[in-house]
Structure formats: structure tokens, C-alpha cells
């Protein structure tokens, strides 16, 4: 009914940049929040920003003034901006929503995008 797809993952060399996107398509009412979070190697899912629909961000604290998240939820889409990439950023990168579809709210997930950072 709901699906999520993420796009703009790669290998970048410490220090790029990467632009994560992601659009939510199917038979959504309404939307809620979306965010970011990611799996790195060996480590459990965390979060990496989020953004409500009224605009208010929270954003972990090890990449605050690095990575910008920003959102059209009337398109259902969400974008991260991601600067000063270090090594630490390696992970697979999930996009996240909640969205009222048909009678209820649910947690959607992508099927993750993949971010090296390596010299």
C-alpha cells in the first residue's frame, strides 16, 4: 500500500558531500514525520535526523552542522544533505515514515541505501 525508496547513496572520499532522497508513493492520507537513520557495520539501527510536518528537525548530535534534512511531505519526499563526510558515516542509510494510510498509522521503511566514506 505504502512504499519508500531511497536514492543518492555511493562511495565518497572523506570530506565530500552526498545528497540523500527519498519519496514515499501509494495510497497516503497524510503524513506525519520522516526521517533518517542508519545501520553502521556491526552496530544496531540509529538515528540520523527527522523532520516533522510543521518543520521542526532533531538531529543526532554527531552530525549536527554537517547533514541538513528538509522535506515536501505534499510530495511525500524527504532529502539529506550530507557534508564533511568522515569515515565514521560509513553505514547503510534507511528512510522513515509515518503516514496515515487507509483507517491507521504506521512506521514505513525503505530498503536502505548504501554510504562508504573511504580514501
Known amino acids: 500500500q505504502v512504499q519508500l525508496v531511497e536514492s543518492g547513496g555511493g562511495l565518497v572520499q572523506p570530506g565530500g558531500s552526498l545528497r540523500l532522497s527519498c519519496a514515499a508513493s501509494?495510497?497516503?492520507?497524510?503524513?506525519?514525520?520522516m526521517g533518517w537513520y542508519r545501520r553502521p557495520p556491526g552496530n544496531q539501527r540509529e538515528l540520523v535526523a527527522r523532520?516533522?510536518?510543521?518543520?521542526?528537525?532533531n538531529y543526532a548530535d554527531y552530525v549536527k552542522g554537517r547533514f541538513t534534512i528538509s522535506r515536501d511531505f505534499a510530495k511525500g519526499t524527504v532529502s539529506l544533505q550530507m557534508n564533511s563526510l568522515e569515515p565514521e558515516d560509513t553505514a547503510v542509510y534507511y528512510c522513515?515514515?509515518?503516514?496515515?494510510?487507509?483507517?491507521?498509522?504506521?512506521?514505513?521503511w525503505g530498503q536502505g541505501t548504501q554510504v562508504t566514506v573511504s580514501s
Open positions: 523532520i516533522g510536518s510543521g518543520g521542526l528537525t
Open positions: 501509494g495510497s497516503i492520507l497524510k503524513i506525519n514525520e
Open positions: 522513515n515514515a509515518y503516514i496515515l494510510a487507509g483507517q491507521r498509522w504506521d512506521d514505513y
